[in-house]
């Protein structure tokens, strides 16, 4: 009789070790996802990068580069 009490303590000892690591992954996934969706957010704001603010600036330039083409084109067709 003294075993009993101990086997049902191991079956329920084993059933929750199998909810615990059942519910580890979606868990975890969960929690990679919510980090990795602050983290976004925060990249809202004016970048520090120095390439990005390179690579606006040239944006920026080659804009204004197509404006004035524009505006040359215009003139020689007048």
């Known amino acids: 009789m003294g075993l009993v009490p101990a086997r049902n303590e191991e079956t329920r000892m084993q059933a929750v ?15 990679m996802m919510w980090m ?19 690579v606006q600036q040239l944006r920026e330039e080659v804009e204004q580069l197509k404006s ?6 215009a003139e020689w067709a007048q």
Do not use: E, H, I, W
Not at 49 to 54: C, G, I, L, M, V
Not at 68 to 73: M, S
């Open 36 to 54: 990795m969706m602050r983290g976004s957010k925060k990249d809202t704001g004016q970048s520090t990068d120095p390439r990005q603010q390179q």
């Open 68 to 73: 004035d083409r524009a505006g040359q084109r």
């Open 17 to 31: 070790f199998l909810a615990l690591s059942a519910l580890a992954c979606p868990v975890a996934m969960g929690g």
